[in-house]
């Protein structure tokens, strides 16, 4: 997991950030993180260690992230809004769970979701002109723990 958060502090060089203690620490932060935190639990999880650090900060260096294509965001649309980050950028599905919250990823290879987008693009394109290239989904119901 070091392999990714080094990745990533390169990349953020290369888009001219300066490589500041704090943005470092959030990069490692995120990188192994796979349970899509939001900007504010990452926050609220460095300020002990930086407590000058702003939001703004946080929030830019995973914006940046973003745009270098080195972490995904996704909008759960569970009317808390927030939008979440994930350093896992390999094609995934998300499933939710309504009772606790837990995000979990699904490798796209098991949901079959890249032969599904193939075989609705072109009725998509037909109706509305829109090149898919890919399709994300969102699965809902309740995690192995929360069924039980
Ligand atoms: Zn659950
Ligand atoms: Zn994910």
Known sequence: MTGRADTMLASLKGAGLKLTPQRIAIVRELADDLSHPTAQSLFER????????????????????????????????DGRGAVRFDPNTEPHDHAVCDVCGVVIDIDA????????????APAVRACTGFRVLREERIFRGSCSRCST
């Open 109 to 120: 290879a098991h949901a079959d979701s890249g032969a599904g987008a193939r075989e609705r």
């Open 46 to 77: 460095l300020r002990p260690t930086f407590p000058t650090m702003s939001f703004a900060t946080v929030y830019n260096t995973l914006d940046a992230l973003v745009r270098c294509g080195l972490t995904g965001s996704l909008r759960l649309g």
